[in-house]
């Protein structure tokens, strides 16, 4: 009992000592009581009433901060650098049945191509990725489909149109959405100075083509 009494009033000084406020810590709830601190270079206990207190050992204090600080480091190099998004452009975002096709085939691979480097630890390819796939997730929502035109005289929308021009060299192109646009595959953009020169006129119209003139010599919408 007195022994009893001696321990709890020990206990009872520590805990309102000034060790507590120099980075000491007291856990009632601790089973045992552990050595901690008070251990000089030559192991010997400079004050062996304070060297034996009911608290965490400063060994596991270092592991957990150690884990801790890796997995805050994991987590940090996992983050993706976002990059700046594509402009989008301010005209309505019309589109052909087929560049509608061509916007979902471009959102179906661009997932593909992000779950294939998502987990190859490759940033770069990762934000490329990202960036491109909320264009395309925003265009598709926008996207206004446009269906051949029952007035066939007159170069519309989704229209295809021969020209003959100056030179005698004959062009033909298709007015599509910004998006499908490929000179190359002779599809123009409907905001393009040639197709807005086009639309509304009929077979037999000279349209403006850069310093020159180009005649309209056959027009097919399908």
Known sequence: MRERSRLRAALCLFASSPLLRAGWRFSAKAPALAW????????????????????????TNRRRENVLSRAFVKESEGLVESLPDRQISPHPNLVTPEGLALIDATIGRLRNERSAVFGA?????????????????????????VHAPDDTTVVRFGCTVTLARDDGRQQTYRIVGEDEADP???????????????????????????????????????
């Not at 400079?46 to 060994?59: D, T």
């Not at 990762?126 to 996207?143: C, D, F, G, K």
């Open 36 to 59: 901690h601190r008070n251990f000089p270079s030559d192991g010997r206990i400079a004050n062996p009433h304070l060297a034996r207190y009911p608290i965490r050992s400063e060994a």
């Open 121 to 145: 630890d490759d940033h770069a390819s990762l934000a490329r990725i990202e960036r491109e796939l909320r264009y395309w997730l925003a265009r598709r929502s926008t996207a206004q489909v």
């Open 184 to 222: 190359s595959r002779d599809t123009l953009s409907y905001v393009s100075p040639v197709a807005r020169a086009m639309m509304g006129k009929q077979v037999g119209d000279t349209v403006p083509m850069g310093s020159s003139e180009a005649e309209i010599l056959s027009l097919k919408c399908s």
